[in-house]
């Protein structure tokens, strides 16, 4: 079968003319003019201007390109040709196969889930044209069936988030924060963070779980027992702490929950370093120079006049032209930048405001004084260091050492505390801080037993699990005979004889003092070093310390990855989705946030 391109080449007198598109035209069973008049149907005459475009021909025009993408706005009387493919003019129009169409439904959701579109995405004529332009056949389902698919898929997702979380060899750290949506629909949030045998940080969101009663102490820790039922782990067995601000009923359901379950209350550290500079902020100098600065912002932001002027200035004085910004006054790391870049455009701004076009006489007021600007010039001094911890401890890739933030005076005071001082042994399970500098000499001391006892306490666990040991046997022998309250915390009486007959209980402690002694005997690695690299490649020389080291850095400093999953969750209950359900909005946080 013959096909014949029909292309403009020829020039003629008179106007140019471009034909639209170039058709293919079935000749065998049409004649001569029977093809000549489909040409001519075929054809979309534009007038072009002559000396445009290659050889004089030119594209078509905006006019041309603004009805092709808009059809709808035709004019009135102008139909709308659909263009044909090649194979319809063959008669092999191409068919949508069902394995096709199952592929791109699936991914379709991954659009939905992982750039956070609307279940309604699905049914917008927009959409639905472009779906059977790129895959002719294929019937796009309904919202309603995205929605089962999504259910599905959660349920699949959580499946094997639980089945990764029953495989790991060390305790889990979670964070939690609460969060009110623009439906006034409150949430709590639950991440989980572990070390895997690869010594690599793992990180999953858990879920934002509605919430529907008053956030009460009683009631928060009541819903992280919930949390930790659904995903079948153990408070009191598998969790070694729980990251949280410090605002009041989260405080109180953390002391709940750490008398009950024996887990460690570990504060945020960027939100007791808000709180720090927030208080330290409010002294009056700072305050009144801060709000001068404040004034200044706001007047450029809404004078289009002093804007303009200023990026002229920029041009002239050769600064780089970057927009000044607003602060939140409730974030002081806010507040820090637009110090920062006020103090970068000092010159320009002001020379923007000396001049009379911009600001009246009345207004020269807006301008801060000599003394204003060299306190914050001092502020963006002093807050530097502050901004700098708080984003290198908001990462969730690698150890966050919050405990190196902490003072002598105030780790002295945590060592006096009951419950788990999971910031102290986590610096000297830190390769880079194991010689506790900042530590007196008996507080290292105390560090290094409780240390060496807890390193011994997962040596007994490794060799409990060992079906040919002696301990192992008793588990196994024993093992239907409850234990009383003496006993799960002293130890029974049968282990404390079958360990004093045990010929290696006492090579094994020789073992794992032996052990710890070698660990703070060496030297400190550069702070710039990876210590799960390093513990990654010390392992087999120290297996009883590395089993707690992994427990204990694998704590985060702040409650950010929570706060982060909110940002996510705020771009999917959106103005647009605020009629979603909370089930269905957990659901999409949660794959959004897990799924690859």
């Not at 609307?118 to 927009?126: D, I, Q």
């Not at 507040?335 to 207004?363: C, G, H, N």
């Not at 990462?395 to 910031?423: H, I, S």
């Not at 290292?444 to 046997?473: C, M, N």
Request: net charge positive; proline share 5%; glycine share 6%.
């Amino acid at each position: 079968m013959g096909l014949t391109l029909c292309q403009a080449g020829k020039k003629e007198a008179g106007p140019k003319y471009y034909p639209g598109a170039i058709r293919a035209v079935e000749t065998s069973t049409q004649g001569k003019e029977n093809r000549q008049e489909s040409l001519e149907e075929e054809r979309r005459e534009v007038p072009l201007t002559s000396g445009s475009g290659r050889g004089g021909v030119s594209h078509p025009d905006e006019r041309h390109n603004a009805k092709s993408l808009f059809p709808s706005q035709l004019a009135q009387g102008q139909s709308r040709t659909k263009q044909r493919t090649l194979p319809s003019y063959l008669g092999k129009e191409a068919q949508c196969t069902p394995q096709k169409a199952a592929e791109l439904s699936k991914r379709i959701l991954r659009v939905i889930v992982k750039d956070m579109r609307p279940l309604s995405l699905v049914e917008g004529e927009a959409f639905i044209d472009m779906i059977e332009y790129a895959c002719p056949g294929f019937k796009c389902p309904s919202r309603w069936w995205f929605t089962k698919q999504l259910e599905k898929a959660y349920q699949c997702v959580l499946d094997d988030l639980k089945g990764n979380l029953k495989k790991r060899s060390s305790k889990i750290t979670l964070t939690t924060d609460a969060w009110t949506s623009i439906a006034t629909e409150a949430y709590l949030g639950v991440t989980c963070h572990y070390i895997n045998e690869n010594w690599e940080m793992v990180s999953f969101v858990l879920c934002t779980k509605p919430l529907e009663d008053r956030h009460t102490g009683d009631n928060i820790a009541l819903w992280i027992e919930e949390v930790a039922e659904k995903f079948d782990f153990s408070l009191h067995d598998d969790v070694q702490a729980i990251v949280h601000d410090n605002a009041a009923n989260v405080v109180k359901a953390l002391r709940i929950l750490e008398e009950k379950h024996g887990v460690a209350s570990l504060r945020c550290a960027g939100h007791t370093t808000q709180l720090i500079v927030n208080h330290a902020l409010k002294e009056p100098r700072i305050n009144k120079a801060l709000g001068a600065a404040r004034s200044l912002v706001t007047y450029f932001h809404s004078s289009e006049v002093a804007t303009l002027k200023l990026k002229l200035k920029q041009e002239q004085m050769g600064t780089p032209q970057h927009k000044l910004s607003q602060d939140v006054p409730i974030r002081w790391n806010s507040s820090f930048y637009m110090i920062k870049r006020l103090l970068e455009q000092r010159w320009p701004v002001t020379a923007t405001l000396s001049d009379p076009e911009v600001t009246k006489a009345a207004k020269h007021y807006l301008d801060m004084r000599a003394d204003q600007w060299s306190i914050l010039g001092d502020l963006h001094q002093a807050l530097e260091p502050f901004e700098q911890a708080t984003v290198f401890l908001s990462g969730e890739a690698y150890v966050t050492p919050q405990q190196r933030l902490l003072q002598d005076g105030r780790l002295r005071l945590l060592m006096t505390r009951t419950g788990k001082n999971v910031c102290i042994f986590a610096a000297a399970l830190d390769p880079r801080f194991r010689k506790l500098k900042f530590l007196s000499t008996d507080d290292i001391l105390k560090v290094k037993i409780k240390l060496q006892t807890l390193a011994l306490d997962a040596r007994r666990v490794r060799v409990r699990e060992e079906p040919d040991s002696p301990s192992g046997q008793l588990d196994h022998s024993r093992g239907q005979k409850p234990k009383s309250v003496l006993d799960t915390l002293l130890g029974s009486d049968e282990e404390e004889e079958m360990e004093d007959d045990d010929p290696a209980h006492d090579q094994r402690e020789d073992a794992v003092r032996n052990e710890v002694l070698l660990y703070f005997g060496g030297k400190a690695i550069p702070k710039d070093k990876n210590p799960l690299q390093w513990w990654k490649e010390n392992e087999t020389k120290f297996p009883s310390l590395a089993v707690v080291a992994r427990s204990y850095l694998a704590a985060p400093a702040t409650s950010t990855p929570s706060e982060r999953l909110f940002s996510a969750a705020g771009t999917i209950v959106s103005k647009k989705r605020a009629s979603l359900t909370k089930e269905h909005v957990d659901m999409l946080t949660f794959l959004h946030s897990n799924s690859k």
